[in-house]
């Protein structure tokens, strides 16, 4: 089993960066797809990225592209999510996510089996 702890949210201005982190620990972690998924209050969760075990292959949501950046560090427990140009529609509370399925199937909420606790992330106008 694979727990997840995400870290890095926080409250900034419109146009402002943060960088979130999930960090890994369990089972082998480097075979598995990462993904980052948001919910902002009183709408469904949606999918913002996701990455490949390999680092190699990303995928972004529309709304994001461009501005958020994905990536995994050297050992593979962990991963990042650059997030520049903030804009106050992506105030929502962020998760990570793992799943040992494929990169093709990184969009699909339902098809990941271990979360993190989620982060705050907050952007005033």
Known sequence: QVQLVESGGGLVQAGDS???SCAASG???SSY???W???APGKEREFVACISWSGVSTDYADSV???FTLSRGDAKNTVYLQMNR???EDTAVYYCAATPKPLWVGKMW???DAWGQGTQVTVSS
């Open 18 to 20: 943060l960088r979130l």
């Open 27 to 29: 089972r082998t972690f």
């Open 33 to 35: 797809t990462m993904g």
């Open 37 to 39: 998924f948001r919910q």
């Open 65 to 67: 592209k461009g501005r």
């Open 86 to 88: 903030l804009k106050p």
């Open 110 to 112: 339902h098809e990941y």
